[in-house]
């Protein structure tokens, strides 16, 4: 078996052009991890993830994991999850506004909309764009630790997980407390933030608030957040019981968001969702697995700002703006209402030939709208608008998956193959085979390889949007890819990381492009687009080298490589090929004295690409460095703060003619009690 998947992805592999510096740099740090072998990192290698159907402990998975532990989160110079995120290896956090207004996720060069985001297992991802993928009610105080799985995941998560998955874990504290916190900050910024858990011998029940606002940066970045996030357990014999519920709405000027031709647009997005999974222990060997799961947003998106400092309605139902009548293709903001539910049943039996898993899926997706969909017989009015506003379009789809999948450890071998067949009612029938394999060399060495397809449904605005200079295409076909990954983990005396070699042949990839000559752009199938890339990330704990009383405490340091074989010639793109090609992250953590802490972390980005200025003038996206900087004093039960994110107050976009801000400086006090 592994002769023969070796046979199908080494030739793969051998195509990027920079794998003899790969090894090279894999030579290096190979040769420092065995240099430094003696104690292994235990607790990190025996925490359980979920890269594959059944889950595995961190040391047996066969795929490319990160895994950002409590610790990590504690110490980073940031305030949400996506800030977080952004140093993770081969992560782009692609943002317009800090405080995660609007955040699109990036893994190893795909597009927003291909990387799937859960939250303890439950899938979040939106039907009708990326750009909702992140609107999420948790905090970073709710969180425990996230997984990050690299690669095509569809077998393990489904059609959306085309180029990898990010899975949040929340906490489940064992006693009873209380939390809370103030920040305050530039910008005017202000943020009021509590937490309370009930703790009791077999339940518990955690609920966390947030609210966040600030006047903006440049004009139109204005932003009001509000987050609700619950969360029960119960836990009684061999049965468990999860049920999480959450709420987030938020308000932000959106300037130059979708296109510099109209720059003062506005969003306001209100997402709520519940979900109830239970685990339940047949005997010593099997285990059924249940989840269903509820999520709906309703969002707002003016493309003309309507507000006092802004655009008026007239009685026409026309918009003006200090004399300024807009044209009469404008005639109202677009409405969505987009509501899924999913149901998954598993089932996991442990046996001597190793573990099986077996299961089925539902997902039901809708979208009611104004803009996006085919023609309702009767428009429907919004809950909560003006009578002008209304739902006239709509659309459904239902997509069912079963799966197998089986796992088995051979002394040092460990593989796990399955795959899933996928049917849906707008797309048909589909089938995403994938095998992974490891072998734990020594104490020290895991190397793997793994192959796996993929693919992904165009969401609703891929298929129908159409306002100002976009326009959508119902003649969409979906993407698919190919998977291919070769690496090792390595593991020694206060150091553990992982390098990697990728491939991902994509087929049809979908993108927003403008053709030569063109101010519009189109949904379009790209034909064929391959990436392939390196990447290394390694952790190291410095008190094991500099001594417990040294300052310094904690390295994480990380970097990658792609490119693609394709080009944009005659066209340019808005997503799939404006890229990191480089991407390195650096995070030090150190303690002074005793309850003083500093963490610093930094990032060097060089994106490929270019985008075009309202005045025609086409402009290469500049190479960034940023640097952040978080210092903290525990006294007591309480932590004081001061942060700075953009230290050196560069001037850079993410997202084309998006301009993000400079240095934020900002402050605050948390405490927290327990009992």
């Not at 031709?261 to 005997?283: C, I, M």
């Not at 849906?424 to 589909?430: C, L, M, V």
């Not at 490589?561 to 066209?571: H, K, L, N, T, V």
């Not at 993000?660 to 948390?670: K, L, T």
Request: glycine share 8%; aromatic share 14%.
């Amino acid at each position: 078996m592994c002769n023969k998947i070796a046979v199908v992805l080494l030739p793969q592999i051998l195509k990027i052009e920079i794998v003899k510096k790969a090894f090279a740099l894999l030579f290096v740090l190979c040769c420092f991890s065995a240099y430094t072998f003696g104690q292994n990192l235990k607790e990190l290698r025996e925490v359980e993830v979920s890269s594959s159907r059944s889950g595995s402990t961190f040391e047996k998975n066969a795929r490319a994991v990160t895994l950002i532990t409590g610790e990590d989160i504690e110490n980073a110079p940031v305030m949400t999850v996506d800030e977080l995120l952004s140093y993770s290896v081969n992560l782009d956090m692609r943002s317009r506004g800090y405080f995660n207004q609007q955040t699109d996720i990036s893994m190893r060069g795909s597009s927003f909309d291909q990387v799937l985001i859960l939250i303890n297992g439950i899938k979040m991802n939106d039907p009708q764009t990326g750009h909702h993928n992140f609107d999420l009610p948790v905090t970073i105080e709710d969180i425990d630790h996230i997984e990050i799985l690299y690669g095509g995941a569809s077998r393990v998560y489904g059609v959306n997980a085309f180029a990898g998955a990010i899975n949040i874990i929340t906490k489940n504290e064992e006693s009873n407390s209380l939390s809370g916190g103030v920040s305050m900050g530039q910008n005017g910024l202000h943020e009021y933030r509590g937490s309370g858990t009930l703790a009791y011998k077999n339940h518990s029940h955690r609920l966390s608030v947030i609210n966040r606002d600030s006047d903006g940066y440049i004009e139109n970045t204005d932003f009001s957040n509000t987050n609700l996030f619950w969360q029960s357990e119960v836990h009684k014999g061999n049965f468990d019981m999860i049920f999480n519920a959450g709420y987030t709405t938020k308000e932000f000027g959106s300037q130059n968001f979708y296109s510099a031709a109209f720059p003062d647009q506005f969003s306001a997005v209100n997402v709520g969702f519940g979900s109830l999974q239970a685990h339940y222990q047949t005997g010593s060997k099997g285990l059924i697995t249940a989840r269903t799961y509820l999520r709906r947003n309703q969002s707002r998106f003016e493309l003309f700002r309507e507000g006092e400092d802004y655009y008026r309605r007239t009685g026409e139902n026309r918009f003006v703006r200090n004399g300024d009548t807009l044209a009469p293709w404008y005639t109202g903001h677009n409405y969505h209402d987009n509501r899924v539910f999913g149901s998954e049943l598993n089932y996991t039996y442990d046996w001597k030939a190793g573990k099986t898993n077996v299961g089925v899926e539902y997902r039901d997706e809708r979208i009611y709208s104004n803009n996006l969909g085919t023609q309702m017989n009767e428009r429907r009015s919004v809950k909560g608008e003006p009578d002008y506003a209304f739902y006239d379009k709509q659309d459904r789809r239902e997509n069912v998956s079963a799966f197998i999948e089986h796992s088995v450890q051979l002394k040092k071998w460990f593989i796990s193959g399955g795959a899933m067949m996928n049917i849906n009612s707008d797309f048909g029938n589909n089938i995403f085979p994938g095998l992974d394999v490891s072998y734990m060399l020594n104490n020290y060495f895991k190397p793997y390889v793994s192959a796996n397809r993929s693919m992904r449904f165009p969401t609703f605005t891929d298929l129908y949007y159409s306002l100002g200079n976009a326009q959508g295409s119902e003649n969409l076909m979906p993407e698919n890819s190919m998977n291919y990954e070769a690496g090792t983990y390595f593991y020694g005396k206060g150091i553990s990381g992982r390098v990697s070699l990728f491939r991902r042949e994509g087929q049809n990839m979908i993108d927003w492009v403008r053709f030569s000559g063109s101010d519009t752009a189109f949904a379009s199938n790209i034909t064929q687009i391959n990436f392939n890339g390196a990447e290394v990330d390694a952790r190291i704990n410095l008190k094991t080298y500099l001594g417990e009383k040294f300052p310094l405490t904690q390295l994480r340091m990380s970097y990658s490589y792609m490119y693609a074989d394709s080009a944009s010639e005659g066209f340019e793109s808005n997503y799939v090929l404006d890229f990191l090609q480089h991407n390195a992250n650096l995070s030090l953590a150190a303690s002074p004295f005793k309850g003083f802490f500093v963490a610093v972390s930094s990032s060097f980005q060089k994106r490929l690409g270019s985008y075009v200025t309202p005045g025609g003038k086409e402009i290469e996206f500049p190479d960034v460095w940023l640097l952040n900087l978080r210092l903290q004093q525990k006294i007591k039960f309480a932590n004081v703060f001061v942060e700075a994110s953009n230290l050196f107050d560069k001037k850079f976009v993410d997202v084309g003619n998006v301009q993000m801000p400079g240095r934020w400086i900002r402050g605050g006090v948390s405490f927290k009690l327990t009992k």
